[in-house]
């Protein structure tokens, strides 16, 4: 599904190299967690996928189905099917939260090539993905993610995974401001996403995430490289002892 080839990547801005070398390969229907200290290159990879344009890529390759996506913009990203949770979900004045999730479910759809759905078809399916996130649907009346709490705001994100539904799905700390009961509804909301056509990749600090998303795979990101990887035992051993050991072994 996803393959990292030594990957080296700067913020455009001021030349500042975050990843240096990331090799890193997830396959479909796995759940492959990434943990590492603050300023490791976490959420910078998960940018550098989605596309964002604060930050150029020197060196490697990222392959999305075999394919590279190096010359893909966000949105052709998006339309291919990577899709990433933001850690602070941004507030858009004046976008209607159904008209926003309306109009990138149908341009999805065009992308693949499939007809756009009518308005009863679409209210079905918000309605649906609405009631397994346990979400109001008077809130997706309101302006995306305008006055939404923190747990409100990660539910709306999962919502739009769910009725996206990309083959590819990165949550850059998504349990970042989140009390127990929010995180275990958006883990629940992760969970029923789980497929054998689907990998999610799980950017997080912490274990308690893990509890509720078991990974498959764990890697430890460091200084811009994956310098450990194991199962999900790496990140109960993690929870227990911090990155000092691994810190010390990788410098």
Known sequence: MLEIKNLHARIAEDGTEILRGVNLTVKPG??????????????TLSYVLAGRDDYEITEGDILF??????????????????????????????????????????????ARGEEELKIPEFM???????????????????????????????????????????SLCVLDETDSGLDIDA????????????SPDRAIVVITHYQR????????????LYKGRV??????????????SGYAD???EAA
């Open 124 to 166: 079905k399916r918000v309605r649906q993905a609405a009631e397994e996130l346990h979400m109001d649907m008077n809130m997706l009346k309101r302006p995306l993610n305008v006055g939404f709490s923190g747990g409100e705001k990660k539910r709306a994100e999962i919502l739009q995974m769910k009725l996206l539904e990309p």
């Open 209 to 220: 995430l893990l509890d509720y998303i078991v990974p498959d795979t764990v890697h430890v």
């Open 30 to 43: 796995e759940v492959v967690a990434i943990m590492g200290p603050n300023g490791s290159g976490k959420s």
């Open 65 to 110: 189905k075999g394919q590279s996506i190096l010359e893909m913009d966000p949105a052709e990203r998006a339309s291919a099917g990577i899709f990433l949770a933001f850690q602070y979900p941004m507030e858009i004045p004046g976008v209607a939260t159904m008209e926003f999730l309306k109009v990138a479910m149908n341009a999805q759809r065009k």
């Open 183 to 194: 995180l275990r509804i958006v883990a629940e909301g992760v969970n029923a996403l789980r």
């Open 227 to 240: 310098v450990k990887s194991g199962g999900k035992e790496l990140a109960q051993e993690l929870e227990k």
């Open 246 to 248: 691994i810190v010390g």
